[in-house]
């Protein structure tokens, strides 16, 4: 039986600032959300390309602090893309890492690390 993606649930603490960091700032689209009632939490699922993620405001769904790697197919353009967006909190490089991978990592506000990778010389 084959296996698929996973897809993470990372917590999340205010919308706004989650909206800004996704979508603004990574260039994910919100693909659907969801609150049983208008004043209870916010559930929702981001997606850009290959990649979907769920951000949780549900006490129960995850903890805050998680960290992700992402495969990337074109680490230089990422990191263009990210740095001309001017992010007030964070600026990130591209690290060559001593297991032969180019990387970008950025925190969201809630302390979740995505680091985006991609083989050296590929």
């Known amino acids: 039986m084959p296996l698929h993606a996973v897809t993470p649930i990372l917590r999340i603490f205010d919308e706004a600032k989650a909206r800004e960091f996704y979508v603004d700032f990574l260039g994910f689209k919100v693909d659907w959300q969801h609150r049983f009632e208008p004043a209870l939490p916010l559930y929702l699922q981001v997606s850009r ?70 083989p050296a010389g590929a």
């Open 49 to 118: 390309e290959g990649c979907v993620l769920h951000l949780s405001e549900h006490h129960g769904d995850a903890c805050p602090g998680a960290a992700l790697r992402i495969a990337c197919d074109d680490i230089d353009g990422l990191h263009a893309e990210l740095t001309a967006q001017q992010y007030g909190y964070a600026r990130p490089g591209i690290e060559s890492t001593p297991w032969d991978t180019r990387e970008v990592t950025v925190r969201d506000p809630f302390g979740n690390r995505l680091t985006f990778t991609q």
